[in-house]
């Protein structure tokens, strides 16, 4: 349901902004939007699951973990923009 989905972004969000507070992730992470990902990233399990009935969550736990890690890193807008500019030229 919203109700539900709206407690779990709340959720997410108050523990990376506190993971952030703690110095635990750094300050520049765009935290909505790893809060957005996380959860499109879960809705994609759940319906794979829903139409897989040999889909196991678990073979897909490490690269998970990985792309969370990688979205907690943080980045300047520098970077970002950097990051940005190397993909469209690497795309040409």
């Known amino acids: ?6 407690d779990v972004r ?3 969000g108050d523990l990376l902004r ?5 110095g635990d992730i750094p300050g520049d992470t765009d935290l ?3 809060v957005t990902m996380l959860m499109i990233i879960a809705d994609g399990v759940w319906w794979r699951r ?3 009935r040999d889909f ?5 736990l490490p690269i998970f973990m990985d792309i ?16 940005v500019s190397a993909i469209k030229e690497n795309s040409k």
Request: aromatic share 4%; no cysteine; charged share 25%.
């Open 50 to 52: 829903a139409l897989d």
């Open 1 to 6: 349901s919203a109700s539900f989905d709206a």
């Open 32 to 34: 909505e939007a790893v």
């Open 10 to 12: 709340k959720w997410l």
């Open 68 to 83: 969370t890690r990688h979205m907690l890193r943080g980045q300047s807008r520098a970077g970002h923009a950097a990051s």
């Open 56 to 60: 196991d969550p678990k073979t897909v």
């Open 18 to 22: 506190a993971a952030a507070a703690r």
